[in-house]
């Protein structure tokens, strides 16, 4: 799993090979790193990685993660580039966004028309994929240029199905 990370302001990326108690990840594209993870009580973790033992006290607040370990405080904001969140909703830019299928599927529903205004965060088309379905919204306001699928269509992974400028 990769996510992107924030960490006191300075970006980066750390993929996870293998979860805990022997987790293995890599930071940054680095090289493969070891560590063990315990959760001995809620929000605390006891970490061994390279022969020293941290523990790691992890505090969520409506900016992210607070992060304490050894007296030293990390403001850490998380995100996984695989979710839609709330949070970053707005941040689309400017210019024309398109709306892909993110996997081959049934266009079951389609919620929008062109010509349609539509909000940061508002259901375009509902893809079915693995008897799932999936809930394709818009990243940011804008209008709605074209709708590429009919309902009951077959979608491939990648295609454009909604274009909005």
């Known amino acids: 799993m990769k996510l992107d990370l924030t ?69 850490i904001d998380v995100h996984d580039p695989r979710r839609f969140s709330r949070r970053h909703v707005g941040r689309g830019g400017e210019g024309v966004q398109t709306v892909s299928a993110p996997m081959p599927g049934k266009l079951v529903r389609v919620l929008v028309a062109p010509g349609d205004a539509v909000d940061a965060g508002q259901g375009l088309v509902v893809v079915e994929a693995m008897k799932m379905q999936n809930e394709m919204k818009a990243a940011r306001a804008g209008r709605v240029l074209a709708v590429s699928a009919k309902e009951g269509a077959t979608v491939t992974a990648g295609e454009v199905l909604v274009t909005i400028e």
Not at 22 to 29: E, I, K, L, W, Y
Not at 60 to 74: P, Q
């Open 7 to 75: 960490v006191n302001g300075t970006p980066g990326h750390i993929e996870i090979l293998a979860p805990r108690p022997d987790c293995r990840f890599r930071v940054d594209g680095g090289p493969k790193r070891d560590a063990n993870v315990e959760m001995p009580e809620p929000g605390v973790y006891s970490v061994l990685l390279d022969g020293r033992s941290y523990e790691a006290r992890v505090e969520v607040t409506a900016d992210g993660l607070v992060v304490v370990i050894d007296g030293f405080r990390f403001a």
